[in-house]
């Protein structure tokens, strides 16, 4: 029995990786659940339109954080701005074009400042309708649905390329790649194209699944949500290349996967909204593609968000897809071709290589 | 056209694996390399096919379109059936369908594959497998055949057919180099090259690497004390005994083959 302890710990203090993630993942979970695993909901972005909107703003509980007002603008342009997501809650004051009386519009895809909203409205005995916009019925599924196909599409996504690439490696084939007469670059798409084929599929049967069996609803523009889907798709295909270039093995591959997906889970705003964060971790938030994600389908699916009011978040997929792309392509690159370029044109069947020691070919 | 490396030097870190080997792959021919583990043969073979950056010294090499390479791993797709992994090396090298169909049914024939095509990579035995490696790998023609140890583990009858294989490729015009962890295959080929600690302990056609032995190999009946320049050879013991010294007595003459002819040289450097 001594002899298998003494062995199971040599093997662990060779595994750093194992080290890492035994101490790693206590720690983040505990960041995690410290410091973002929070409903508490302090501070609700608001607008105030129609006459007297700047009293009205200044009588507001103080859950509003009221950061705009526009005495001239009608109730449609509230709806309007809560379209965009940048506001969770509008005040309609009375008198305003398309309300008669006041009203208090609330952004329904933001599940927990709607209900801190209607709750503090109760609470300061404030005789205005409250008006739930995108999401009547404050519907819980409604408002995870959108986030799980993105976390579905992070599992596919990520785990599904990353398991690919390291069986290639596992099984010595990607050897056998490097030395054919193949670019690093066919490797990379020739390998991550039917998991963006299959993960685009899984995209529809989802989408399709969510809006059949739950109801959601669909209301933004198809080619928006195609143009997120696909971006996000990059970004996860990308990790899930990165991820394999730095795993010699498949359980490798699913750790670290899940290392991606955990944080995606918690600190996306698909469960706890990015705002309730402590303003220690919220950054990460910033850093995860689940979040833009997260943003753009929710807004697609319930606000009908147009894609001007989704520039942001279709910006930062593209640009944290381009960053792992580039990382993945550096780290596949090394990989696959520690010695060969790019295969030499072949304008001679004959075509010679001479490869003279200390180039950097 | 002459494949091989020119003072080639491979490093790892601060370890040396080849040190300014040279060494030619003649086309037409089957050639091998030997050595001990660790003596530099598979880090040879993978910076002649490009898989390893040389330190010092060069390669030359054709196209990778005109390269075939067996790795170790065999390159044989567990998931997919021998049918597909010829599919997959046919569309690589982008064999067209005629040579394709005409090549992979010479092949299989002789590799003893015919009857297994839509059996899956994983499902073949390791011998099978190895097979099927190196009909990958030859699959296009290519000028310069380049086999990491295909015949490791691989029984007799499966071995019998590598070598007609390897023959058939070189007879077709290919430069063929294996390494090999088995002398008496090595002896088959027309150009050995034998490998000590990352350098040339000797090179040269088999018969040729035997009848420059220096000195003469004797036959004793036990072990000698001290043991020296001996080596046990089946029930027995041989015995080198270098120019200018004599034979113990009694001792017969023993006739010298490669695997003599290889310890000899060994013998030789540490001496």
Request: proline share 7%.
């Amino acid at each position: 029995m001594w002899a298998i302890v003494v062995k199971e710990f040599r093997e662990l203090r060779r595994d750093r990786r194992m080290v890492a993630l035994m101490v790693a993942v206590p720690l983040l979970l505990l960041v995690v659940f410290g410091y973002a695993a929070r409903f508490d909901v302090h501070s609700v972005p608001a607008e105030v339109v129609g006459p007297g909107a700047a009293h009205a703003a200044r009588s507001l509980p103080p859950l509003f954080d009221v950061t705009r007002v526009r005495p001239a603008e009608g109730r449609s342009g509230a709806v309007s701005d809560l379209r965009t997501g940048d506001y969770a809650a509008a005040v309609v004051t009375p008198g305003a074009a398309g309300a008669g009386s006041g009203e208090l519009l609330v952004d329904g895809a933001n599940l927990f400042d709607a209900q801190a909203v209607t709750r503090a409205v109760a609470q300061a005995h404030l005789a205005v309708p409250v008006t739930v916009m995108f999401n009547p019925r404050l519907n819980t599924s409604w408002i995870m649905v959108p986030g799980v196909i993105g976390i579905l599409l992070v599992f596919v996504g990520t785990l599904a390329t990353s398991l690919g690439v390291v069986r290639e490696r596992q099984t010595g084939t990607l050897e056998q790649l490097a030395v054919m007469p193949f670019r690093p670059s066919d490797v990379f798409i020739g390998k991550v194209a039917p998991y963006f084929l299959l993960a685009s599929l899984d995209t529809v049967v989802v989408v399709a699944a969510g809006l059949g069996l739950f109801g959601v609803p669909f209301r933004g523009s198809v080619g928006v949500f195609v143009l997120g889907s696909l971006l996000f798709l990059f970004v996860t295909l990308s990790i899930g290349v990165l991820i394999s270039s730095v795993s010699e093995n498949q359980g490798q591959a699913i750790q670290l996967t899940m290392m991606t997906l955990l944080p995606q889970i918690l600190m996306s705003g698909f469960v706890f909204p990015v705002a309730s964060m402590g303003v220690g971790v919220r950054w990460i938030s910033f850093l995860l593609p689940l979040t833009y994600f997260v943003e753009i389908s929710r807004g697609v699916m319930l606000r009908a968000a147009p894609i001007g009011a989704l520039w942001f978040p279709l910006a930062m997929l593209a640009a944290l897809g381009a960053a792992a792309f580039a990382l993945s392509i550096v780290r596949f690159r090394r990989d696959l071709a520690p010695n060969i370029a790019a295969p030499p044109s072949p304008p001679a069947p004959a075509a010679r290589e001479a490869v003279a020691g200390g180039e950097a070919r | 056209m002459s494949w091989g490396t020119d003072g080639l030097t491979v490093r790892y870190g601060d370890r040396v694996a080849l040190d300014e080997v040279s060494m030619e792959v003649p086309a037409e021919t089957v050639s091998a390399v030997v050595g001990g583990d660790g003596s530099g043969k598979t880090t040879l073979l993978r910076a002649l096919v490009g898989l390893v950056r040389p330190a010092a010294g060069s390669v030359r090499r054709p196209s990778r379109r005109r390269l075939g390479y067996f790795s170790a791993a065999t390159g044989v797709y567990p998931d997919l059936t021998v049918e597909e992994n010829l599919d997959f090396a046919a569309a690589g090298y982008r064999v067209g369908a005629a040579t394709s169909r005409r090549r992979r049914g010479e092949l299989l024939e002789v590799a003893g594959l015919s009857g297994a095509t839509r059996r899956l990579g994983g499902q073949l035995s390791g011998g099978m497998r190895q097979k099927l490696g190196v009909v990958m790998a030859m699959l296009h023609e290519p000028e310069l055949l380049v086999l990491d140890e295909p015949s490791t583990g691989v029984d007799p009858v499966s071995r019998a057919e590598l070598s007609s294989l390897l023959v058939r490729a070189a007879a077709s015009g290919a430069a063929v180099l294996l390494s090999t962890a088995y002398l008496e295959e090595a002896e088959r080929a027309a150009h050995v090259v034998v490998l000590d600690r990352g350098s040339v302990l000797t090179a040269g056609a088999p018969d040729a690497l035997v009848a420059s032995v220096p000195g003469v190999v004797v036959r004793v009946g036990e072990r000698p004390r001290p043991p020296g320049r001996s080596w046990r050879r089946g029930a027995g013991w041989r015995q080198w005994v270098p120019p200018g010294e004599r034979a113990p007595a009694g001792a017969q003459p023993a006739p010298v083959d490669l695997e003599d002819a290889v310890i000899v040289a060994a013998l030789g450097r540490g001496a």
